[in-house]
């Protein structure tokens, strides 16, 4: 049991998903889904070891127990593949890119391109990765005041994916890449929410025709850069360079050019919203508890003094990681995961029969009853006293578990702390919405809108 104080000056707690409760008929639960997705998790997901839902004659099970979650995507992950809804999503768009491939397909995939995650290669790269957080450091001293930091942080975060993966890419390829992304997963409820109640794919729905147009375009755009960089190294190597010398170590076997648009799609759609939404409620949330932001920004000043965050300067800073650990906790930037039983399993008492949706609920299992005592309270002192270690496996798992854990762990980690830590060093944060902003499910957590901070140059 996790003991956060509930009241008091540490009782901050940041905006939360309002969960829909009672029974929903299968419209009303559609309603709830296109709105919001992670509002359909019941009520029940936040206090029990697990939860069922049963709608349009689809059954869903959301285990948030951690043993139970833990057996799932770790102990019998054989059992489980990702849903139909990754596969109806985002296979268009990502090809059999590592988001979506299973099996032997996916395996391969993983063992090559964990050759250019490893944290040796990563920390090479820090300045590429604090560059833009600097060039928005100094932009926004010139000029303070209000300032949208959502669209900022979405902003940064593709310009370090493409600074580091993608270093011969034209800026506008990258304000392309970045819209036909978003473009793509704007409407993206939908499919969600149709293949949750087994809705068939032919199905209409707003944004359609948006989303194969833009696949389409993101994939042409991505594979013109390959046969691009086919005609010539690109040295110093950025991270695409790694990728396409790698050769998987068991068999020899490289990617193909069309094995390297489905990889460098998908490390796009992974890598850019996550770390930019990890990135903004963090400073949200930063700016709502100013004596913290203090504590924390007189910190980067001692460790970095004026100059440029470097990687020993990371591992020093341990109460901002803490910060940036605890917002990932009740905003998770990837709140479910989806898996479907390969096979009739026993999990917990209940058989789980192929056809049935298994919802992973990161956000649920990260404010449970039963795991957090104040669950919606942003400051656990415990959180920090409790080793990660020492808590249960899959209790909290912002990057999720298992065999198909986060590949990109170790890059956001440092892009996150590189960033926050420079922006901190350089700016003060201030609330000036007086209304907190809506957390909003779209694969990843982002607000529904704006979230726009005062800021005041820090001398
Ligand atoms: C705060 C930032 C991030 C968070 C919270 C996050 C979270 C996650 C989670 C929960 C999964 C597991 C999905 C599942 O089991 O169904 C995942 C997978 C993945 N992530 Fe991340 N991610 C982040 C940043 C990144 C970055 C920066 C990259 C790459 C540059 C990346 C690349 C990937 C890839 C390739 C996978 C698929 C792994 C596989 O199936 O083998 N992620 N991420």
């Avoid at 509930?6 to 409760?21: C, D, H, V």
């Avoid at 957090?372 to 942003?378: E, G, L, N, R």
């Avoid at 956001?412 to 830590?421: D, F, K, R, S, V």
């Avoid at 957390?439 to 820090?458: D, F, G, Q, Y």
Wanted: hydrophobic share 40%; with cysteine; net charge positive.
């Amino acid at each position: 049991m996790n003991g956060e104080p509930s009241s008091g000056p540490k009782a901050f707690k940041p905006p939360k998903i309002e969960m829909a409760r009672g029974h929903l008929s299968t419209l009303a639960l559609l309603r709830v889904m296109v709105r919001n997705p992670v509002a359909a998790v019941p009520p029940a997901a936040y206090e029990e070891p697990h939860a069922s839902l049963q709608a349009a004659g689809q059954a869903m099970f959301f285990p948030t127990k951690p043993a139970i979650v833990n057996t799932i995507l770790v102990q019998r992950h054989e059992d489980f593949a990702k849903s139909r809804i990754d596969n109806r999503l985002l296979n268009p768009i990502l090809g059999d890119g590592l988001l979506t491939a299973e099996g032997e397909a996916w395996r391969w995939r993983r063992r090559l391109a964990a050759q250019a995650f490893r944290p040796a290669t990563l920390s090479n790269y820090l300045p590429v990765m604090r560059g833009p957080f600097e060039e928005l450091a100094g932009r926004w001293k010139r000029s303070p005041g209000l300032h949208r930091i959502d669209d900022a942080m979405t902003a940064a975060t593709i310009a370090v994916i493409c600074r580091t993966f993608f270093s011969s890419f034209h800026q506008s390829e990258a304000d392309r890449i970045s819209g036909v992304i978003d473009r793509y997963l704007r409407p993206c409820s939908w499919p969600v929410s149709y293949e949750s109640l087994g809705l068939p794919r032919w199905m209409p729905h707003p944004g359609k025709l948006q989303m194969e147009r833009t696949s389409a375009e993101g994939r042409q755009l991505v594979r013109s850069f390959v046969a691009r960089r086919r005609q010539g190294r690109q040295d110093p190597p950025d991270l695409a360079q790694i990728l396409m010398d790698a050769r998987d170590p068991e068999t020899g076997r490289a990617l193909s050019d069309e094995d390297l648009v489905d990889m460098f799609l998908t490390l796009i759609a992974a890598g850019n919203e996550t770390s930019a939404n990890a990135l903004s409620w963090t400073l949200y949330c930063l700016a709502a508890q100013p004596d913290l932001q203090e504590v924390l920004a007189d910190h980067v000043r001692v460790v970095a003094g004026h100059g440029p965050v470097e990687t020993p300067h990371l591992e020093i800073l341990s109460d901002l990681t803490h910060f940036l650990e605890k917002t990932m906790r009740l905003l998770p930037p990837v709140p479910l995961l989806s898996r479907r039983a390969l096979r009739p399993c026993e999990i917990a008492g209940q058989t789980i029969e192929p056809t049935a949706l298994v919802f992973i609920p990161i956000y649920a299992i990260h404010r449970h009853k039963a795991l957090w005592s104040s669950p919606d309270t942003f400051n656990s002192d415990r959180f920090e006293s409790l080793s990660a270690a020492s808590r249960p496996r899959c209790a909290y798992m912002p990057f999720g578990a298992g065999p198909r854990v986060c590949l990109g762990a170790s890059f956001a980690m440092m892009e996150i702390m590189a960033g926050l830590a420079t922006l901190l060093n350089a700016i003060r944060f201030h609330l000036h919405d007086t209304t907190p902003p809506e957390p909003m499910h779209r694969i990843t957590l982002r607000p529904r809108n704006a979230i726009v901070l005062r800021l005041e140059p820090r001398p």
